[in-house]
């Protein structure tokens, strides 16, 4: 049984993603936190493809052991990387109904002085 936080969280996510969604041009960044990690993504809403992602398991940020803040950080600017390899610069950001606030925060920071627009 989902817990009241959880609830609380997915019921913002939805109101979200009434209201925002990614297109080629401009692709939703989506973000997934779990208690250990955390992962983003570039998804294009129209065809339901994710062109591109990032997250905290891969080799080259996993290997640095650093806090969970600044791992975030570094999430955010490996995607911001493989966006601009492949020709995106702005992105809408969809925070899933987590506070903008740590973790989150970090990433979209790192993502910013990755080059992206959100």
């Keep these: ?13 939805y109101k979200i ?4 969604s990614g297109t080629a041009d401009r692709p ?3 973000v997934f936190r779990s208690n250990k990690d955390i992962y983003a ?4 809403d129209v065809a ?8 905290s398991k891969d080799e ?15 999430v955010g600017k490996a995607l911001a990387d493989k966006a601009t390899a492949a020709g995106m610069s702005s992105v809408v950001f969809d925070r899933s109904g987590y506070l903008y606030h740590g973790r989150v925060k970090n990433l979209a920071e790192g993502a910013r002085e990755g080059g992206l627009v959100f």
Excluded: F
Aim: charged residues 35%.
């Design 17 to 20: 993603r009434k209201k925002i």
């Design 1 to 13: 049984m989902p817990t009241k936080k959880v609830t609380r969280r997915k019921k913002i996510h």
């Design 48 to 55: 339901g493809r994710t062109l591109a992602s990032a997250s």
């Design 60 to 74: 080259a940020i996993a290997s640095q052991k650093l806090l969970k803040s600044e791992t975030a950080k570094l």
């Design 41 to 44: 993504q570039l998804i294009d």
């Design 28 to 30: 939703r960044l989506s």
